[in-house]
């Protein structure tokens, strides 16, 4: 007896669990990696598009107030003719209608005469000719010039002075408290709540503002601070612009661990706003996503497990079953019984089988009987020997009663024949039908391989529109950002239509002070105010559509997110349908490879079955040697004790190809 062999469900199951596994944990570790990376990258570009915000802001801001500074020059030119009380009234109601401005003043260098809209008065040893605000504005010949930081005489607070020149020696200024840049500093929204902004003089080095106070008026180049130390090594590679460069952002190594930092200067001026970013926002954030990953695949790992052992359960316990009754069949045994399991070549093969072992069994009790039969001819044989040597005297009816009895003798033979011949064509019908499955089985291995490739190629087509919906998902967030774009540009629109709204009431005011000849003027000022009111409603509208369209393209996208969600579902529901016609194409081979074994054995048969009519064919010519001695008796009766042996030898043949065939039978139970 041979060792005990493997279970054929415990070999499948391990060696596709390991090969499952194999394959999960790569794809698993792929996509860690590919997440990182792209966490990483998203974070970089929402850093660096935050930085870019940061720096529109500061310029929008301070765009506004260079384009009110212009307003209220040119306000003050249109009246020349202003006494300086009515000009300082003037001064207090700019200043008091200003929200960005501390106060606003004239300084006139002829006449060394200074107005200052907060009511602030100078005394005598106050000189404001030597002054950066009022140099920079003569220098600027008519244009706006904005002031380095100083401190202001008058309230003692660091301010930024935007001035400008109206005629010659003579500067209208406006100050703007570093109050007002800190406050819109802090409003700044990040996607870090721990994130630190500072806004720096790129040509001094010096820190003007910062969201950490201990660092203000110190400069980059000999801060204590770990985070500016950390700037300071990478300051001179940040790409200040306004695009989105991978210079943009700069990770360095500080006390407080590494730092992502952006910065982008402020168009017009020299300062640069710097965001420094903890990197262990984006690994806080991805960490939790990985492991998440981690739990999911052990989850599905474990539920494919349970599956694909419920399956080969399935589909290998009818193939275990049928195995046993053959290994039955090949003992002997024709009792057995196989029940049919499910609706496959499985089934298929039990019915036939079933067949065979009905037809076997009627086969063999045929034979057992002729046996028997033939068993009793020899016996009747042997007497008929005894008597012919008993009693030579009666030979003549001895003789016609031999040949009466050779006559049934010969057709038992014919019988026996007969049936022989039988068994030789069932065998051969047994032969031709396990042909005929073996045929069908190669054909569904064929049809089981073609339908593995349709699932290939099916498999690549899910892949490419899964591909086509991931750039379907990157144009529509492309749109998403000129939304954005379009409503900074209503922003504008809003703050022109305010500008042009004051200049309206400003010329109002002149139109009122000139009385009837300014009445005209105030029509136009009407109408300008008119003209930026209406302005002011459309571009809300604006503001409104754009709004619309954001919540449209959000929902667009997630509905793209989740479209991509369930074509990795799809793709992985394709990937386990290939694996199992891979499965079912390995089950048929082995199938059609036990066909032809019980062809070859079913071949055999045929050929025992070929040898049993060539036997009987025998048996039929020794009785007709018998007849033709009786009759050689008839006419020779000195012959008769030669013929007695003869007869003799016969029926011991007889008895030998009964027991020979007895002996065989015994192997089979039919019952």
């Keep these: ?51 870019v915000t940061y720096s529109s802001e500061i310029y929008n801001w301070w765009n506004t107030i260079e384009t009110r500074v212009m307003q209220t020059a040119d306000v003050w030119k249109n009246s020349p003719y202003m006494t300086n009380t009515e000009a300082h009234e003037l001064l207090l109601s700019l200043t008091a209608a200003d929200p960005d401005s501390q106060d606003i003043y004239v300084a006139n260098g002829k006449d060394n005469s200074f107005l200052d809209g907060s009511g602030w008065v100078p005394d005598d040893t106050f000189v404001f000719t030597d002054r ?111 695009s989105f460069t991978d210079n943009k952002v700069k990770d360095a190594k500080t006390g407080k661990g590494k730092m992502l930092y952006a910065a982008t200067a402020v168009e017009g001026t020299s300062w640069v706003v710097v965001s420094a970013t903890p990197n262990s926002f984006v690994m806080g954030k991805l960490i939790p996503s990985l492991n ?161 490739n349709e699932m290939k190629d099916m498999t690549q087509s899910v892949t490419i529109l899964n591909d086509t919906i991931g750039e379907l998902t990157a144009i529509i967030r492309m749109t998403a950002d000129t939304v954005d774009e379009i409503k900074g540009i209503t922003l504008t629109i809003g703050d022109i239509s305010s500008q042009t709204n004051l200049l309206s009431l400003n010329a109002s005011i002149e139109a009122a002070r000139a009385g009837e000849a300014g009445r005209g003027f105030a029509v136009v000022a009407g109408e300008v105010g008119a003209l930026a009111n209406q302005s002011s409603d459309a571009a809300a509208h604006i503001d409104q559509l754009v709004e619309t369209i954001t919540d449209n393209i959000a929902n667009i996208s997630r509905k793209a997110d989740d479209c991509i969600k369930d074509m990795d579902k799809c793709l992985a529901g394709v990937s386990r349908s290939n694996e199992s016609f891979d499965f079912i194409y390995s089950d048929i081979t082995k199938a059609t490879n036990a066909i032809t074994d019980i062809a070859d054995g079913i071949g055999r048969i045929n050929d025992v079955a070929s040898n049993n009519a060539a036997a009987t064919e025998e048996q039929a010519a020794t009785v007709n040697q018998i007849l033709e001695l009786s009759g050689t008796i008839v006419r020779d009766s000195e012959k008769i004790s030669e013929d007695t042996g003869s007869l003799a030898s016969v029926s011991e043949k007889l008895n030998g190809y009964s027991a020979t065939i007895s002996d065989d039978l015994k192997n089979f139970k039919l019952n």
């Excluded at 007896?1 to 279970?7: A, D, E, N, T």
């Excluded at 790569?26 to 792209?38: A, D, L, V």
């Excluded at 996607?191 to 080095?205: A, C, F």
């Excluded at 090949?330 to 037809?359: A, C, K, M, W």
């Design 292 to 452: 998440m990953s981690l739990v999911i695949t052990l989850i599905c790992l474990a539920v494919l497990a349970a599956f694909l052992y419920f399956v080969i359960s399935k589909y290998l316990n009818p193939v275990s079953t049928v195995t046993g009754k053959i290994g039955d069949l090949t003992s002997g045994d024709f009792t057995t019984d196989i029940v049919p399991e499910g609706n496959n070549e499985i089934t298929t093969l039990s019915e036939q089988l079933n067949d065979y072992i009905e037809r076997m069994k009627d086969m063999l009790t045929h034979l057992t009987d002729i046996t028997g039969d033939m068993k009793d001819s020899a016996g009747q044989c042997a007497e008929i020997s005894g008597g012919l040597s008993r009693s030579n005297t009666s030979q003549g009816e001895s003789i016609e009663s031999l040949n009466e009895y050779l006559s049934g003798l010969n057709q038992s033979i014919e019988d026996v024949a007969a049936a022989a011949t039988e068994l030789a064509t069932v065998s051969s019908q047994l032969a031709s039908n396990s042909d005929e499955v073996r045929l069908m089985c190669e054909e569904t291995v064929k049809a089981s391989e073609s339908g593995r």
């Design 1 to 51: 007896m041979g060792s005990k062999r493997k279970s054929l469900k415990k070999l499948l199951l391990s060696r596709i669990m390991i090969s499952v596994f194999i394959i999960i944990v790569i794809i698993t570790e792929f996509n860690m990696s590919r997440q990182s990376t792209e966490v990483q990258n998203l974070t970089r570009d929402v850093l660096a598009r935050e930085s």
């Design 132 to 242: 950066a605000w009022y140099q920079g504005a003569i220098k600027a010949g008519g244009a706006i010039y904005t002031s380095d930081p100083y401190v202001d005489a008058s309230t003692g607070k660091t301010c930024l002075a935007c001035s400008i020149l109206l005629s010659e020696d003579k500067v209208l200024s406006s100050d703007i408290t570093f109050d007002q840049m800190a406050d819109r500093m802090k409003a700044f929204q990040s996607s870090s709540p721990d994130v630190s902004i500072y806004i720096i003089n790129k040509d001094s080095g010096d820190i003007l503002l910062s969201t950490n106070e201990d660092v203000v008026g110190t400069s980059i180049s000999d801060s204590q601070d770990d985070v500016i130390k950390g700037l300071s090594t990478v300051f001179s590679d940040l790409d200040l612009g306004n």
